[in-house]
């Protein structure tokens, strides 16, 4: 590689900005929890390729099983199925029976939004209802009805709203879980909407979208009592439980799968990100018989489930049993928030929250408003300072929910020493130590 070419086509804008680029660095070379760049930089990386990386950027397991596929089958598309695939099935067959989902199946894609426009799929075929509805804060995708699903950033959705407005017919929004205790005595409480919404539209309810916690909205967790009731209410009306853990899932809260933590079983789990360990992957598990529903070539990918990503994530997820590194997340989460939460009631640090390695630090200003503002700045510092992080929370104007905050999601083998490093860089930028 000419790295003096490189560097002249960075700055060439071949590449469209709408991405929005942490930074004008490229990265050249990268190792567990530590990208290198072009330029000469290196960084610790707490942001995991956005919760991707698991098992941290090129572990040797991973590299050596994306070759090995490589070699032998490379693309079948749905013509044939692969060992890969289906010992990846098995694989997350077991961690959901230890989580309670029994019997599942799996339709295999390459992305969280298409899969979770299989799962609403899903859910509209098998009760022959018309309605879903997901959360304020929520984040699902970017394709249409994932935009429509979603109610984070506006960004995200604004200029779609002429060809969304069809689906807003079918879409509904609960109150963003915000509740600390669910007591159900506040009008905007999760539960209170939730019920509302159940009352007035509880016969065409063919689903409700859910994130154990909450990702662009806010690294919130929802509070077990806020879980249950979901549940109740589910099932009360006929209605399909789908937890979204694309980013929260994998191990990143302290448990294989975010909804753990809430003591519920879904009827339809979307994963994604971190079960391709670096390979573009993701995909639906649901009952058999519920998947059975679908007639064959009713839902369909051409390289949802390829053979070299499957590889990638089998040798992702095995590592992290092997390895025990999601219950060291759920150890060293907990130490990073005791640490971290000194800090609650003085630089504007109102909240440390979170699980595993999926955490948040929420900014406030003297009059309690999010500090959006200083998002960007500490974010700046910390890359100074050769760490990456970043930011969520989202403006959510009448759902009075707003919240800005700083995310930390590092590998899952981060070393210790890394670590800790990282996080005195998180404390100086925000004391100005």
Not at 130 to 154: D, E, N, P, Q
Not at 325 to 334: K, N, S, W
Request: charged share 20%; hydrophobic share 40%; glycine share 12%.
């Amino acid at each position: 590689m000419n790295t003096t070419h490189i560097l002249e086509l960075n700055q060439a804008g071949l590449l469209a900005d709408v991405l929005g680029f942490e930074t004008d660095e490229v990265a050249g070379q990268t190792e567990g929890s530590s990208v290198s760049t072009l330029s000469g930089r290196e960084f610790v990386d707490f942001t995991g390729g956005i919760a991707v990386h698991a098992c941290g950027h090129c572990h040797p397991s991973i590299v050596a099983a994306i070759q090995a596929q490589a070699a032998q089958v490379l693309h079948t598309s749905d013509t044939m199925r692969h060992a890969p695939q289906l010992e990846l099935a098995d694989f997350l067959r077991g961690k959901l029976a230890a989580a309670g989902v029994a019997d599942a199946a799996f339709v295999f894609m390459n992305s969280g939004s298409e899969s979770n426009d299989a799962a609403a799929k899903l859910a509209l075929k098998v009760t022959g209802k018309k309605k879903l509805i997901a959360f304020v804060g929520a984040f699902h995708g970017r394709t249409m009805l994932c935009s429509a699903l979603s109610r984070s950033k506006t960004i995200h959705w604004q200029s779609l709203e002429p060809f969304l407005a069809p689906l807003r017919q079918h879409i509904l929004h609960a109150p963003a879980p915000r509740c600390a205790g669910c007591t159900m005595d506040s009008p905007t409480c999760c539960n209170v909407g939730l019920e509302q919404l159940f009352a007035e539209h509880g016969d065409d309810i063919a689903a409700v979208f859910f994130e154990a916690q909450q990702g662009e909205g806010g690294y919130v967790p929802r509070t077990p009592e806020s879980g249950k009731r979901l549940r109740e209410l589910c099932d009360k009306h006929g209605a399909l439980l789908i937890a979204d853990e694309i980013q929260a899932g994998m191990g990143r809260t302290g448990r294989w799968f975010a909804f753990e933590h809430l003591g519920i079983i879904p009827d339809i789990v979307v994963f994604g990100k971190a079960v391709g360990g670096g390979m573009p992957l993701a995909g639906i598990a649901a009952r058999a018989d519920l998947l059975a529903r679908w007639t064959p070539g009713e839902h369909g990918t051409t390289f949802g489930g390829n053979p070299v990503a499957c590889a990638a994530g089998l040798a992702a997820v095995r590592l992290m049993e092997q390895e025990g590194l999601v219950e060291r997340a759920a150890r060293l989460g907990e130490e990073v928030k005791t640490r971290l939460a000194k800090l609650i009631g003085s630089h504007g640090v109102t909240d440390v929250r979170g699980n595993g390695f999926m955490l948040g630090i929420e900014f406030r200003t003297t009059d309690g408003a999010p500090d959006y503002d200083r998002l960007d700045t500490l974010k700046d510092a910390c890359r100074e300072q050769n760490l990456l992080v970043l930011t969520c929370g989202a403006k959510l104007g009448d759902a009075k929910a707003d919240c800005a905050v700083i995310r930390l999601i590092p590998p899952l083998n981060t070393p210790e020493d890394v670590l800790w490093r990282g996080i005195g860089v998180v404390e100086s930028v925000i004391t100005g130590g």
